[in-house]
Structures are given as structure tokens and as C-alpha cells.
């Protein structure tokens, strides 16, 4: 590919103004024309080829109207991904051997035709995984963002390396990728992380098989056929959406993979974990893991914070889409001298959330993604019951028409309760008191997550000893814990949160390359 770009330095992309007259209008125009295809009909992508798959068909549904089929996908068995593998296999010795600034004008060249088509993607997105206008808006924003950095970090990483000299040699270390990999990505972002956790690996010369969410293959199926428009070749990105159970678990056992990208819930992750510390025969080499896996995220308040900020900023933490984000704030720790006067500011803001389909432009929350994950988020409200939870808002199912919960609060949880331990992934938070800052941080602490959290309070003593003390691999500082910016904010957490990969930052790529050095005698 002839190179075009003139590389300037990363800017994060703008998110949409939909205030303005011309860009909902806008939203609505895609709206009604992704609407229009329904459904949609997505295929395994191998080698090249569009192909039917061994599994069978699969519908994804839209959550906020349940009724209606987004997508009819092609399901693939265990040889089709054996197929797909071995076909990026034989195609990673042309790819690898493209210079860094080949393969980043392909990631440059998706961000255009993705900057132009933006509302298309996240109209998309607000139907299939019932994200609302500003929630999808920032996915594909990010998503935009993770093709033109990674592109970027690519470019750097192909520079000359600083090393020390040394008389009588010629030194130099490069970095080389390491082959064929796993991409498994989530629903909740279904084309921020996939786009970043697929491209960040074939930038760095990789070749990749990716097994999207059955909740989104029409996402993901979108995003292969951009990176087709742009000339990808054949077999360093293939696609086989597949149940876990038989696609994923192939991919992450079989012997010619050499590393998985991971983004889901720890108890999958840990799984996977385990079978990629196995080296069965014909592999001669260890499997990288690069897991992101959710969190149990807090907000700390302290005595002297504001309140007319952090009620708004909980809210969303909270309840921004359906408080489905593995970043989402799910417990909110107030020190006792302040929890009624935040209380008085923040429930009236619960209650007048506006809730509907996501479609629709002033809805604020949606449906959750599915029957299964609201009733999980159902049995883990009846716990918080039986724990002896004060339920001062939500609770209730919404509508008929599709799987929504209202945005749920609990007061006087216990640090020993079910909604304080346990990821529900849901528009559930719970109210924990505390009487001073070190007893508000060993309970910001007490979790096996460590993924995101925030602390409000003006004592600079104070955001000092947080900033030092509080366990977590995003803090943030009189802000909400969600909303992370590529290249700003690098992503990812502690403990069961993860191998705190950072995406969006600058070390991501050396997760997919490994360092060489050379050494000539002069």
C-alpha cells in the first residue's frame, strides 16, 4: 500500500454536539437507514472469503424492543476456527514482513472512512446492544481514536531504540511480532474494544482471529467490512463468531496461538488464564494473556466535598448505559457528615432519569443486554433485600417491550453484603457509610477488583494519600471513574480486574511485539 498520511500528532476525536439541529438530524437519517436493513446478515470472514460456519445461525435481538432481529449471524464450530488459524498463520509471514508504516496506513486509512460514517456505527450500536445516542457516539469516537494511536505507537516502536553503546560493536534492539492471536472482545463496547484490542495486534504485524459477542456480531461484522474496504489481505483478520464453549475455547487451547486478547467477566477470564498456562505438544512457546475483566468500582466522598458535583457525576458513573461498563461505579462510600445532604441532591436526579429505548434522542437509560444479565441483576437486588438493604430508589422491571431495570439504590450496605461484593453489571449501586478518609479507603480497597475509582474531597493532604493509597488501576480526582480517553487515560486494572494492560497507552503494543537485540563486531 502506497503511503499517504502525513502523521501528525494523536487528538483525541471531538464527540458529537447533538444539541445542534444538523447533527441529530443526522443521527436520526442513519438511525432509519440501519433500521431499514434489519436484519442484517453476517458471515464468517476466512481467508478472504465470506463462508458459512458449522454452528448453525444465531439472531441477535434488540434489547429495547425484543421483537425485532438486528442480525442473523453465521455461527462457526471448532473447525472452522482451526480453519481461520491456520489461515492467519499462513498469512503472518507476509504481514510481519510489511514495514511498521505499511500496516499503520491501513489503521489511518479505517479511521477516515470511520470518522465519515461515524453515526452509521453507533446507530448501529444504539439498536443491537441498546447504547443511547451519547453512549454510542463515544464508542465509535473511541474506537476512531484507538485506529489512529495505535497506528501511531506502531510507527515509534519501528524507530531506531535508544540503547547504550558500546566500543567495538554495532548494537540494536528491534521489535518484532510474535504471530497468530486470539482477540475475544466484549458487547458493551462492541466496536471501541474490539477495534482496539484487533488493530493494536495487527499493527504490531500480528495476525488475528476474532471472536465477537453473540450479543453483536452485526458490530462486529461492520468493522470487517471497513478494514475489507481498505485492502486488509486476506487472513491477518478473520472472523468466527461461535459459542465460547467451542470457537473460544479452540482458540485459546489450540497450540498455534501465541497470544489471547481478552475483554469479559473475571470468571471467564480466569478460565482462560488457566488453559493458556498449558503448553500442549507442537507449542513451543508460552501464550501471552491479555485480559481486561471488570470491576467493582467506588466513588469516595469525603467530608468536604462538593455536592452539587458529585451527585451529577455518581449519577452517571452509576447509571450511564444501564451501568453496563466494566469502569461503571458500584459502590458509592459517603462519609456519614455528608450522606444526607448528598441523599436530598442525588435521588430526585435517580428519579427523573429518562428512561427508554435508546433510539430515542432524550433517553438516558436503556435496556439491559439481555434476559440472562437482567436477571442476574434481579436475584442480586432480592439479595441486597435479604441483607437487610434499605431499596430507596428502583428495583422494578421496566416496559414489556424489551429487558429494562430501573435504576436501582440501596442504602446501609455492609462491606460483607452481596451488592458490595459481587459484579452485577447493572444499574445497581449501593450506599456504603463511612466516619473518616482511612475508613472510607480501606473500603474503597476492599474488593478483588481494582479496575477504576474516584475520589471527591478539596484537602490536598488528603488527594495526596488517595492518589497513594487508593488500589486501582484508573483514579480520578474529583471526577467520575468512567469515561476514560484513549492516550489520556490508559486503561486497565489490579487483581481480578485484569493484567492491567493499558490500552490506550503507550506500552499496549509491547504486549503483541517481542524485543530482539543485535550486536555486529566492528
Not at 500500500?1 to 458529537?16: A, G, I, R, S, Y
Not at 481467508?47 to 448453525?56: L, Q, V
Not at 465477537?212 to 461484522?221: N, T, V
Not at 468500582?297 to 469525603?302: A, K, N, P, Q, S
Request: proline residues 5%.
Amino acid at each position: 500500500m502506497q503511503t499517504l498520511t502525513e502523521v501528525t500528532p494523536f487528538q483525541n476525536e471531538p464527540f458529537t454536539d447533538f444539541s445542534k439541529e444538523e447533527n441529530a438530524a443526522a443521527m436520526q437519517k442513519a438511525l432509519q437507514e440501519v433500521e431499514a436493513s434489519f436484519p442484517q446478515v453476517v458471515r464468517l470472514w476466512i481467508d478472504g472469503k465470506d463462508c458459512e460456519g458449522g454452528g448453525g445461525t444465531l439472531d441477535s435481538i434488540d434489547p429495547g424492543k425484543t421483537d425485532r432481529v438486528v442480525a442473523n449471524s453465521a455461527m462457526g464450530d471448532s473447525k472452522d476456527a482451526v480453519r481461520a488459524i491456520a489461515g492467519a498463520n499462513q498469512a503472518f509471514t507476509a504481514w510481519a514482513r510489511k514495514t511498521p508504516e505499511e500496516r499503520a496506513e491501513y489503521l489511518f486509512q479505517a479511521a477516515r472512512l470511520m470518522r465519515l460514517r461515524k453515526h452509521d456505527f453507533s446507530a448501529l450500536m444504539v439498536f443491537e446492544v441498546g447504547k443511547t445516542w451519547a453512549e454510542a457516539d463515544g464508542d465509535t469516537a473511541e474506537a476512531i481514536d484507538f485506529l489512529e494511536f495505535y497506528a501511531r505507537e506502531a510507527l515509534r516502536y519501528g524507530r531506531k531504540q535508544p540503547i547504550v553503546p558500546y566500543p567495538g560493536e554495532d548494537n540494536e534492539m528491534v521489535y518484532i511480532p510474535l504471530g497468530v492471536g486470539a482477540v475475544i472482545p466484549p458487547w458493551n463496547f462492541p466496536l471501541a474494544i474490539l477495534v482496539g484490542m484487533a488493530t493494536a495486534a495487527i499493527v504490531a504485524g500480528n495476525t488475528v482471529v476474532v471472536k465477537p459477542s453473540s450479543d453483536s456480531p452485526g458490530i462486529a461484522a461492520m468493522f470487517i467490512d471497513l478494514m475489507k474496504e481498505v485492502g486488509l489481505p486476506a487472513g491477518v483478520l478473520q472472523l468466527v463468531p461461535g459459542a465460547g464453549t467451542e470457537v473460544g475455547e479452540t482458540l485459546v487451547e489450540h497450540p498455534m496461538i501465541r497470544f489471547i486478547s481478552f475483554t469479559g467477566s473475571a470468571e471467564v477470564g480466569i478460565g482462560i488464564y488457566e488453559k493458556a498456562g498449558r503448553t500442549p505438544e507442537g507449542q513451543g512457546w508460552l501464550k501471552r494473556v491479555v485480559a481486561e475483566m471488570g470491576g467493582k468500582d467506588f466513588i469516595l466522598v469525603d467530608e468536604d466535598a462538593d455536592i452539587d458535583t458529585v451527585a451529577p457525576a455518581v449519577h452517571s458513573a452509576a447509571f450511564g448505559y444501564q451501568g453496563q461498563k466494566c469502569s461503571a461505579c458500584s459502590r458509592l462510600i459517603l462519609h456519614e457528615s455528608i450522606h444526607d445532604e448528598f441523599m436530598a441532591k442525588f435521588l430526585p436526579l435517580v428519579e427523573a432519569t429518562p428512561v427508554g429505548h435508546p433510539s430515542e434522542a432524550a433517553t438516558f437509560l436503556g435496556p439491559m443486554i439481555n434476559e440472562k444479565a437482567r436477571a442476574g441483576a434481579i436475584h442480586g437486588i432480592e439479595q441486597a433485600k435479604e441483607n437487610g438493604n434499605e431499596l430507596v430508589a428502583g428495583g422494578e422491571v421496566g416496559e414489556d417491550s424489551g429487558w429494562y431495570l430501573a435504576p436501582t439504590v440501596f442504602t446501609g450496605v455492609g462491606r460483607g453484603d452481596f451488592i458490595w461484593k459481587e459484579e452485577l453489571f447493572a444499574p445497581v449501586l449501593g450506599i456504603h457509610k463511612v466516619s473518616s478518609f482511612d475508613e472510607g479507603v480501606e473500603a474503597a480497597n476492599d474488593t478483588r477488583f481494582g479496575l477504576t475509582g474516584a475520589y471527591f474531597g478539596k484537602d490536598e493532604e488528603k488527594i495526596a494519600r488517595a492518589k497513594q493509597e487508593l488500589h486501582c488501576g484508573n483514579l480520578y480526582i474529583n471526577r467520575k471513574c468512567t469515561g476514560a480517553l484513549v492516550g489520556v487515560h490508559p486503561f486497565g486494572g489490579f487483581n481480578l480486574s485484569g493484567t492491567d494492560s493499558k490500552a490506550g497507552g503507550r506500552d499496549y503494543l509491547l504486549l503483541f511485539l517481542q524485543a530482539k537485540s543485535i550486536s555486529r563486531a566492528k
